[in-house]
């Protein structure tokens, strides 16, 4: 699906949820209640940390049969190291 700037726009003012990040993976309780609720299949993860919290979110999801993409031009970590190895991860 094609979406313009405009149309994003629309669906922030209607679906933009923000939830409390208590977890090295953001699948906190309630993002997975949400998630679930809209029968998500597939999402798009960006980041900071990317060889601890981006590792973990994607792993959860993968573990849950959600397609995972990872932006590797929205990761980042502290030591570039640590975010090349991530991303080498053969489930990244």
């Known amino acids: 699906m094609f979406l313009t700037f405009f149309k994003v726009k ?3 003012k209607e679906s933009l949820h923000v939830f409390d990040k208590t977890l090295f993976s953001m699948l906190t309780p309630p993002t997975l209640e949400k998630l679930k609720a809209r ?6 993860l960006f980041g900071i940390e990317t060889h ?4 973990q ?3 959860q999801c993968l573990e849950m049969g959600i397609d995972c993409h990872v932006l590797v031009d929205g ?3 502290q030591r570039s190291i640590d975010r090349s190895v991530a991303l080498q991860v053969r489930c990244l």
């Open 10 to 12: 629309e669906l922030e």
């Open 39 to 44: 029968d998500v299949q597939s999402v798009v």
């Open 52 to 55: 601890v919290c981006v590792q």
């Open 57 to 59: 979110t994607a792993l």
């Open 75 to 77: 990761v980042s970590s």
